[in-house]
């Protein structure tokens, strides 16, 4: 069974950058599109980004866009997520997810595996 474990979380500055990793085991992502939501309290789980591992196909919500880049590493097993000119209302529990390929979104309800999270805060 796929596994995914995240990573990269942590405290950070506005303005600041972080990088998530996002490690499967048991598993190839390439075998999926691979999504990453956040969870900030008291709020709904949201969707943020997903890549395809079938053609590279990146989509981002609009309150990321320009600011978070995803990429995968297939030698890694792994799925990143870049985070620049973080703020304060980026700061969330971050959870990589995966949904089988194919016509689909960013909601939740479409991810199978998901990892335990990382904590991200954007707090000077």
């Known amino acids: 069974q796929l596994q995914l474990v995240e990573s990269g979380g942590g405290l950070v500055q506005p303005g600041g950058s972080l990088r998530l990793s996002c490690a499967a085991s048991?598993?190839?992502?390439?075998?999926?599109?691979i999504g990453w939501f956040r969870q900030a309290p008291g709020k709904e789980r949201e969707g943020v980004t997903f890549?395809?591992?079938?053609?590279?196909?990146?989509y981002y919500v609009d309150s990321v866009k320009g600011r978070f880049t995803i990429s995968r590493d297939n030698t890694k097993n792994t799925v990143y997520l870049q985070m620049n000119s973080l703020n304060p209302e980026d700061t969330a529990v971050y959870y990589c997810?995966?949904?089988?390929?194919?016509?689909?979104?960013?909601?939740?309800?479409?991810?199978?595996?998901w990892g335990p999270g990382t904590q991200v805060t954007v707090s000077s």
């Open positions: 997810a995966v949904r089988p390929l194919g016509f689909g979104g960013l909601g939740p309800e479409e991810y199978d595996y």
């Open positions: 890549i395809s591992s079938s053609d590279d196909n990146t």
């Open positions: 048991g598993g190839t992502l390439d075998d999926y599109v």
